[in-house]
């Protein structure tokens, strides 16, 4: 691809966008890039497998088509329907005028005019820019039936419509697949991409990615948020806080005028780093505090 000839290209690229990425990140991507295979990323919520989607989709310039994973979505509703309701007024304005035979009132009912894409198909066709950036989101949400489909689908880059029949992608769009892993997705669909893992960031790199995407926090409150939240994540905890949740925090502290933290501030603003009762319940109180102090002892003057 034109300007991204280099791993370290690759990095600056998402890093013009706001998004910080390690060397095997980075490689991973210009692999994906470079060969056109579909990357394959795991990891927990909120580590930024769906940004980098986005973030490549700004800084290629390129169209990006977010197909969202849902329990039960077949491969109909991923690539494309009829317009019915369309289809219904063309049949009783024909039949009204008198004036189609039913041989050409079939060819025009299943026509493109009557056509609605589904982001599959949509991802099939030319664009101008270059081939779009294809996003399957939450992959392991959806079931086995749909995981064979997809196999097929990516094997070849095309579709079939029995009515138009098989639409082939001009140019493979570049394709990220994601997945939360609340089951495994199966080993024939991993093996037609290249795979990374998305961990949760140490420190620094997580230092780096909040002063990209939240740069007016001042550098002591960014300390003690991300030392904070990684600590939050050695916790026996239903759902450790993700980089989103970082971020979100900072950005509501900035919001509040927040300069450092306190039990006091945790306490009004956990919504915004942990999602689920029974967690909030076990940081209340005596705590927060403790952890806020660990923080402080380990934390050096910035």
């Not at 013009?16 to 470079?34: E, I, K, P, W």
């Not at 299943?110 to 599959?120: H, M, T, V």
């Not at 997705?185 to 420190?203: E, G, Q, S, T």
């Not at 939050?232 to 933290?261: H, M, Q, S, Y």
Request: proline content about 5%; some cysteine.
């Amino acid at each position: 691809m034109a300007g991204i000839d280099t791993i370290d290209a690759v990095q600056e690229m998402l890093s013009a966008q706001g998004y910080v990425c390690d060397r095997a990140l980075g490689t991973v991507v210009f692999l994906a890039l470079r060969l056109g295979r579909p990357l394959f990323l795991e990891g927990e919520a909120g580590v930024g497998k769906t940004e980098i989607a986005k973030a490549l989709s700004a800084g290629l310039n390129r169209r990006l088509i977010r197909l969202q994973c849902y329990e039960g979505l077949d491969a109909s509703t991923a690539v494309y329907e009829w317009n019915f309701p369309a289809q219904m007024v063309a049949i009783r304005t024909a039949e009204a005028a008198g004036d189609h035979s039913r041989k050409d009132l079939q060819a025009e009912l299943f026509s493109d005019d009557y056509l609605i894409e589904r982001p599959l198909l949509e991802a099939m066709r030319p664009d101008e820019n270059g081939a779009p950036v294809l996003l399957i989101d939450e992959l392991d949400r959806t079931d086995e039936p749909f995981e064979a489909f997809l196999l097929e689908a990516l094997s070849d880059f095309q579709v079939t419509i029995p009515e138009l029949g098989t639409i082939k992608a001009p140019e493979p769009p570049i394709v990220i697949l994601t997945s939360n892993r609340t089951r495994e997705v199966h080993d024939a669909l991993k093996r037609r991409c290249l795979y990374h893992w998305v961990d949760y960031p140490d420190f620094d790199r997580e230092m780096e990615i909040l002063n990209a995407r939240a740069p007016q926090a001042a550098a002591a409150l960014s300390r003690e948020v991300v030392a904070f939240v990684q600590q939050l994540r050695t916790e026996d905890l239903f759902k450790k806080p993700g980089v989103a949740e970082t971020i979100d925090w900072a950005k509501c502290l900035l919001a509040l005028d927040v300069i450092n933290l306190s039990p006091e501030v945790i306490a009004d603003t956990l919504g915004a780093i942990l999602k689920y009762q029974d967690d909030i319940q076990k940081l209340q109180g005596s705590e927060a505090k403790r952890i806020l102090d660990q923080v402080k002892a380990t934390l050096e003057p910035a």
